[in-house]
């Protein structure tokens, strides 16, 4: 079984504009998870919710809409009006380790309440028209809360589990614990992604040859590191390197384009860009100086001018990968 490869959720990153350019420009990714919002109790979707999850700018992508929610009637609003929509899935957000999040029992913060998750469960599970899968960490002080919380999970039907193999005390700081991969695998009756520190397409390729049950793999700074991942993948290749570089001018540009239009402002659009360059500065190598000045620029017509240098003049990196800042160091 070939797994498939999911774009993760990358607040300030992965919006639909990144998953549009994506799709259009490299070998889609099998499903694009959305950045999480946050139902109310009011059960209205607010502007920026609406832009970014409109059915028609999704229509080119297979788009999963994440939700970080505590409260099951808010969830059971949120996903029966997505599924009105057209969505076929929706994703609950249980990992994210934010601390304004947890404090509000929210995201991974969630995973310390065990009966009221189940209370959760047992609510979305009875009113949901949609599917709905889970993005999980292990725990929030230490992995061994996850056998407890895969019980609760295996009780439901949950359509998919993904599972980023840290607690959330990990933050993203310490290694993924890849030992409680091969322990979800195992045990999980619903299908298992695994998420976290798969940064290259070769780090993707040796993790699933040691765990071929694995039913796919998700990724967030990889594939904005070297968007081309996909096409690493699927075996798909280039024609050219001048293929390549111009797939990596389009894509930039039409994203550029679309923030600069949703957001009413170049500038806005620039410090956005700015975010994706974090990442995408690995698609290249030796730009240090043309990288600098990109991120120094002040105004739209200095950083498009920068990132052309770059896009135009730097080298490509013979293999994309994601370093952390603390392994730049």
Not at 13 to 39: E, I, L, M, N, Q
Not at 145 to 150: K, S, V
Not at 169 to 192: C, G, I, N
């Amino acid at each position: 079984m070939t797994p498939g490869f999911y774009c993760a959720p990358l607040e300030g990153v992965t919006g639909c504009s990144f998953r549009r350019a994506h799709a259009r420009y490299f070998t889609p990714a099998d499903k694009y998870f959305a950045p999480f919002f946050a139902p109310t109790q009011e059960h209205v979707f607010p502007p920026r919710v609406l832009r970014e999850l409109s059915p028609g700018r999704n229509a080119s992508t297979n788009t999963v809409p994440q939700l970080l929610c505590r409260s099951a009637d808010d969830f059971v609003w949120a996903a029966n009006a997505l599924m009105d929509m057209g969505y076929g899935e929706v994703n609950l957000n249980l990992g994210c380790p934010s601390g304004t999040v947890t404090a509000k029992g929210k995201g991974a913060g969630f995973l310390s309440r065990t009966e009221e998750l189940e209370r959760f469960f047992e609510q979305v599970f009875s009113a949901a028209r949609v599917k709905v899968s889970v993005k999980t960490r292990l725990g929030v002080l230490s992995p061994e809360e996850f056998p407890r919380l895969l019980e609760i999970y295996n009780r439901y039907p949950i359509c998919e589990l993904t599972v980023h193999a840290r607690v959330r005390a990990d933050m993203y700081r310490l290694p993924v614990r890849e030992a409680w991969f091969d322990y979800a695998l195992r045990h999980s009756r619903a299908s298992v992604c695994c998420n976290g520190d798969l940064f290259s397409a070769s780090a993707v390729r040796d993790f699933v040859q040691k765990r071929p049950e694995c039913a796919a793999v998700m990724a967030g700074r990889g594939l904005a590191a070297g968007p081309d991942i996909t096409n690493r993948l699927s075996g798909a290749g280039w024609r050219s390197e001048a293929a390549r570089r111009a797939a990596l001018r389009e894509f930039h540009g039409e994203i550029y384009e679309t923030c600069a239009a949703d957001f009413g402002s170049a500038r806005s659009a620039m410090l956005r860009m700015k975010e994706l360059w974090s990442y995408l500065q690995f698609s290249f190598e030796d730009c240090g100086r043309e990288l600098k000045r990109l991120m120094k620029a002040k105004g739209p017509a200095e950083f498009l001018s920068a990132a052309d240098a770059v896009l135009s003049g730097c080298a490509l990196a013979t293999e994309p990968e994601y370093r952390p800042k603390e392994a730049q160091q």
